[in-house]
Each structure stands twice: as C-alpha cells, then as structure tokens.
C-alpha cells in the first residue's frame, strides 16, 4: 500500500462508518426514553447502551489507529440511560472525530502496529476493519431490540 491507497482506504473505511452512524440515527428517530432505555432482557443491552458503547470504542480505536491515547471508561458505557436527542448529540460528535481522525490517517497509521488498551499492537488497518465490524454488529442489535420493544406492546 502507498500513500494514495492508504487516503483510498481510510477515506473507505470511515464513509462505512458514517453509514452505521446513520442507521443508529434512523432507529433512534422518534423512539422515546423508555424505548430507548429497555432491555430485552436483563444481560441484554438497551439501544442507548448500544450506541454510546459503539461509539466510545470507535473513539478510541480511531485514537489508538492514530497513536493517540485515550481517556475511555468503556465500564461507564454500559450504564447509561438517554433520550434521542442526546444520543443524536453523540453521534454527531462521533461524525466530528471521523472528519478528524479519517482527514489526517496517513500510511504510516494503517499499516504500523498500535496497542489499544490491553490489547497487543495489530496494524491500523486491521483495528478499522474489526471495529467497524463491531460497529455493523452492534447496529443489527439495536435494530432487533426496536423490533422486540415494538412487539411488546
């Protein structure tokens, strides 16, 4: 890969990213707190869970690709409760952090080995393509998750 393949790349890759923050946008769209705040099932995640976890490991994954530290709780994820308009707030900072950190990855951060958290060091590019499959993931149970409230009533 050369310089241009990596701008392609990261280019790419965070163009998928936006596509996932879109969908967490469409099935957050006109959903209540209660809603937004229910879990399925008490080991379950609730849709605002889903989102504000997904986007704080995105954050620091998209810093670590960057060789930048990070300051995650990612435990505090995992107990949030928000309403639609804070979890659009959210991902609009999540669009902000893709312009910034996709607009300045350069080869180098694609292709050298970075640690993130208590991980072992994998290549920049390897830490995009799993995150954003994490991401999709993430996505497909918020989706269900609205589907199963929506069936509840």
Same mark, same amino acid.
């Given at each position: ?24 946008? +469409? &099935?957050?769209? *006109? ?7 229910? @879990? !399925?099932? $008490? ?55 893709? +312009? &910034?950190?996709? *607009? ?7 292709? @050298? !080995?970075? $640690? ?38």
């Amino acid at each position: 890969m050369d310089a241009t393949g990596a701008r392609f790349t990261a280019d790419r890759i965070g163009e998928e990213f936006r596509v996932v923050h879109q969908g967490f946008r +469409d &099935e957050v769209a *006109g959903l209540d707190a209660d809603a937004l705040n229910w @879990r !399925p099932h $008490p080991e379950a995640n609730s849709i605002a869970i889903l989102v504000t976890h997904t986007l704080g490991s995105e954050k620091e994954m998209l810093r670590a690709v960057r060789g930048m530290g990070s300051d995650r709780v990612r435990s505090a994820e995992f107990e949030v409760s928000a309403d639609a308009a804070a979890l659009t707030a959210l991902l609009d900072l999540a669009d902000q952090d893709l +312009d &910034e950190h996709i *607009g300045k990855m350069t080869l180098e951060d694609l292709t @050298r !080995p970075r $640690p993130r958290g208590d991980r072992p060091p994998r290549p920049g590019f390897e830490w995009l393509v799993t995150n954003y499959g994490h991401a999709r993931e993430h996505l497909a149970q918020a989706q269900l998750t609205k589907q199963l409230y929506a069936a509840k009533k």
